[in-house]
């Protein structure tokens, strides 16, 4: 194929990227966006902050132009995401205990629902485990209010909308030997063995020179695809620049190939100039919009 989404979608897979709706009006954006990708994922209008602003008030709005714009031009979308310790709206960063566990499921719900028959995937739950060496989950209003928070998230995600994926999303989940990537591992062993109803697991792959591309990647892909789940690398970019970074890139593509239950990948931004990271040059466009060698070496791959 000529473009990263058609030559994924030659072996069964896809390519995807992460939309800002706001962009979607600057001609560059959109036409890089449209030819390139066949999965997207709102970089934020579909977080809790921006689809409950108010308790039980729902707002669409945003979230729904950016998935519009993804089925009308043939695309997926990946949902993301429903129950997260990071931004939520204040009237939920305000709440605790069984208050705060139905709000959270009525989110779950209400938001799933919404968009039942149009999401591939859905983030569930993100982030909820610590970095570092404890293995635990990590300290917040959600986990506060039982452990099972999150195996009661899926069961009212599985409800809502029986036929979308659903997925527990992490970072720094990408090296075997971790213990993060061995507590996430654990916990969706678990959840299959007890049927907690989920289908795939994210990897962020957020990488930089302290948390580089590592070279056992493709055992942690497997093992978790081994547990019966699909893999996704959900909101790639690496830092750097040249043959350094794109032989990073590359070595991320070969790794999912290597899967056959990593369905597919997703960067987390077009351009250079769009990303989140505040400077550097994670992605796969330039700031011109020009391809760069992390480019060409993931189009070759693919
Ligand atoms: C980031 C967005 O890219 C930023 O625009 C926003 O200010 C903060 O969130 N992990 C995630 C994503 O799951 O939702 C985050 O996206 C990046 C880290």
Same mark, same amino acid.
């Given at each position: ?128 485990? #610590?970095?570092?060496? *404890? &293995?635990?989950?990590?300290? /917040? !209003?959600?986990?506060? =209010? ?58 962020? #792959?957020?990488?930089? *020179? &302290?948390?580089?591309?590592? /070279? !056992?990647?493709?055992? =942690? ?82």
């Amino acid at each position: 194929g000529t473009t990263l989404g058609a030559s994924a979608a030659e072996r069964g897979r896809y390519f995807g990227t992460a939309i800002a709706g706001s962009r979607l009006s600057d001609s560059q954006y959109s036409t890089i966006a449209n030819r390139e990708f066949n999965m997207i994922t709102a970089e934020n209008e579909m977080k809790p902050d921006a689809t409950e602003p108010n308790q039980g008030q729902f707002s669409f709005g945003s979230g729904d132009q950016i998935v519009n714009w993804a089925i009308s031009n043939g695309k997926r979308v990946r949902g993301h995401t429903l129950a997260w310790y990071s931004q939520q709206p204040g009237w939920m960063q305000r709440m605790e205990g069984s208050s705060l566990r139905q709000a959270m499921l009525n989110h779950v719900t209400k938001v799933v629902t919404n968009y039942r028959g149009k999401i591939y995937a859905w983030d569930v739950a993100n982030e909820a485990f #610590a970095d570092g060496s *404890s &293995g635990a989950r990590r300290d /917040s !209003n959600l986990q506060r =209010t039982g452990n099972d928070w999150i195996e009661a998230a899926f069961r009212a995600a599985r409800s809502a909308d029986p036929d979308a994926k659903l997925c527990y999303n992490d970072y720094n989940t990408d090296n075997w030997s971790h213990a993060k990537t061995q507590a996430v591992y654990r916990m969706v062993q678990d959840f299959k063995s007890r049927g907690v109803p989920i289908d795939c697991v994210g990897f962020q #792959a957020h990488f930089n *020179s &302290g948390n580089p591309v590592p /070279s !056992n990647y493709h055992t =942690t892909l497997q093992n978790f695809a081994d547990l019966g789940v699909d893999v996704q690398i959900t909101e790639l970019d690496i830092e750097g620049s040249g043959s350094s970074q794109a032989d990073q890139y590359r070595g991320i593509v070969q790794a999912c190939q290597a899967v056959s239950r990593c369905t597919g990948i997703t960067v987390w931004g077009v351009r250079d100039s769009d990303s989140w990271r505040a400077s550097g040059t994670p992605l796969l466009f330039n700031g011109n919009g020009q391809k760069k060698a992390a480019y060409d070496a993931v189009l070759a791959q693919l």
